[in-house]
């Protein structure tokens, strides 16, 4: 009985840090939401993502593929994304999405965010360049 | 502008993000505590260490790996947490898992998106155990 006691207690603490990172996040994110904050981007071209494909990306980086979806979803068929196009989003996303809140939640229990962020910015430029250039997935 | 109709999509989205978190969060860490209480970490970090060195972490930390790669990263959180690892191997596991993870969930929406979720799986697996190899080394390192 000791032990569900002290489990509910972990936890419960546990949820309380989590919320109070997620909360502003979500908050933030919907003032974020309308504006035209991509605009002042320049275009990724260089990893072959153009400048509509940076709605999907951005929306991705920062609010994650589980509650980004229906903006990513979306936004890939409006603009007309290609199929080429739509695979290297997607493989960035895959490596590096939710980067705020990934990173914070680890944070709180002890993870070193910097190394986290930078890592995982590195791993997804460099695999979506070469992914580019490589021509890996062509059809 | 009108600040509070935002602010309140903001408020009523993280309230159940983290009612879907609780519900995940309540389960693993009990569950945790009990194994714990069995004494059967000390198995399962035996058995786990050979694979789990490859990464620098100790054989225990399977258990976060699993919960993260399938269920996901809160749950993966829940079991680490009364694992009490250092700052160094929370780290190797959280890059790891922040690149793959919750595969049950997410994989149906790339799928969605209509590009080839197969082979994104194939990569994030593999790249998610590299990063764990290399970070381990660089960490060596330096």
């Known amino acids: ?139 | 502008m009108d600040f509070s109709q935002p602010f309140k999509r903001g408020l009523l989205n993280g309230l159940s993000i983290t009612y879907t978190m609780v519900k995940v969060i309540v389960p693993c860490y009990v569950a945790m505590e009990v194994i714990k209480s069995l004494g059967l970490i000390e198995a399962i970090s035996r058995i786990c260490r050979p694979a789990m060195g490859i990464f620098g972490l100790p054989g225990e930390a399977a258990l976060g790996l699993i919960a993260g790669y399938t269920i996901n990263l809160y749950a993966a959180i829940a079991v680490l947490t009364p694992l009490h690892l250092s700052g160094k191997d929370i780290t190797i596991l959280a890059l790891m898992l922040g690149i793959c993870h919750s595969l049950t969930v997410e994989t149906p929406v790339t799928r969605k998106t209509g590009v080839n979720a197969w082979s994104l799986l194939a990569v994030r697996i593999l790249l998610s155990l590299f990063s764990g190899v290399v970070l381990n080394l660089l960490w060596k390192l330096f």
Request: net charge positive; proline share 3%.
């Open chain 1, 1 to 139: 009985m000791e032990i569900i006691l002290n489990a509910l207690k972990g936890s419960f603490s546990l949820t309380i840090k989590l919320l109070i990172i997620i909360l502003p996040l979500t908050i933030s994110y919907e003032f974020l939401k309308d504006r035209t904050f991509f605009s002042g981007t320049k275009p990724f071209r260089f990893m072959g993502i153009t400048r509509p494909g940076l709605v999907p990306l951005v929306t991705g980086v920062i609010i994650g593929l589980t509650y980004g979806a229906g903006v990513i979803i979306h936004s890939i068929r409006a603009y007309n994304i290609g199929q080429r196009e739509a695979f290297l989003i997607l493989l960035f996303l895959s490596v590096c999405h939710a980067i705020f809140e990934d990173t914070l939640i680890f944070v709180v229990i002890g993870a070193d965010g910097l190394v986290l962020v930078i890592a995982r910015l590195i791993l997804a430029f460099a695999l979506t360049y070469l992914a580019y250039r490589a021509r890996l997935f062509d059809k």
